[in-house]
């Protein structure tokens, strides 16, 4: 894709449904961008057949001990580091598991730099800089689907064995061609013309979502519906964390207080202590010998 026929993409495309916007009142302007955004959910929809077999990879890659790495420039950057930072306190993963690389480095996260999401050479050096291996899974997201920097840094890590996903908002874009598993969220002209801030964005971050939560599922860091790796680390989620315990162990609340304070907030081995009436050592032990996964830990007989 040159730069000549850019225009040709859909999120770079005018839609007259929006050329009036700068006379619509506040109202009709919410109610407009509201009604865009509405149609986001059903263009991921259409693409779950990409995605799917993406996060089925990427699980089987973190499983072995793969890390999951996001590569963006601009707002799909932004958003890649959003849903890396989550990582951690949602699901006690540590800081290197799940990491975003942003063209520019993370000055450009607030502030951006001139020509960094054209520069491919810098898009691979920054794959060879993470040292990815053929156990990880690299992301590269791109509202056009040609930005140079990640169509750089895909085709780096797929030389270095890894996983490759690209994640674009239009079809048949040079990112699809560079991955091994091509995601195309067709969302279609946004409601300011170009602005991939908007559909784009809200569709990059809905994939993203499955891609990070989905994959931590898979690893056992959810009981139900309930995040039990939580870190416990303000008073909210000392709270989550209480409610948690008394829904799994079916107890009250001052005996899953006594038995998380006894497993310093860990959801798990206080909920494996009570259930099983053990002391905290056995309780880490047979967690530990489970993988990690609660539902494993309390049913083994």
Known sequence: MTVENLGALATESVDPRYARIDQMS????????????????????????QIVPAIEATAERMSQGGRLVYVGAGTPGRIGILDASECPPTFSTPPGLVFAIMAGGPGAIVTPVEGAEDDADAGAAAI????????????????????????????????????????????????????????EVEV???????????????????????????????????????????????????????????????????????????????????????????????ATIRLADADGRLRAALEES
């Open 128 to 183: 060879d800089e993470a040292e990815i291996t053929p156990l990880d899974t690299v992301i590269g997201i791109a509202s056009s689907g040609r930005t140079p920097y990640v169509v750089a840094a895909v085709r780096r890590a797929r030389e270095r064995g890894a996983l490759t996903v690209g994640l674009s908002c239009n079809t048949g874009v040079i990112l699809s061609d560079a991955a091994e598993h091509g995601i």
């Open 188 to 282: 279609g002209p946004e409601v300011l013309s170009g602005s991939t801030r908007l559909k784009s964005g809200t569709a990059q971050k809905l994939v993203l979502n499955m891609f990070s939560t989905i994959a931590m599922v898979r690893q056992g860091k959810a009981y139900g519906n309930l995040m039990v790796d939580l870190k416990a680390t303000n008073h909210k989620l000392r709270e989550r964390a209480i409610r948690m315990v008394q829904t799994i162990a079916d107890v009250d609340r001052e005996t899953a207080v006594d038995a998380l304070e006894r497993a310093d907030y860990d959801v798990k081995i206080a909920s494996i202590m009570i259930r099983r009436g053990e002391d905290l050592t056995a």
């Open 26 to 49: 506040v109202a009709e302007l919410a109610q407009t961008m509201n009604e865009a955004d509405a149609t986001v959910p059903a263009a991921v929809q259409r693409a779950l057949p």
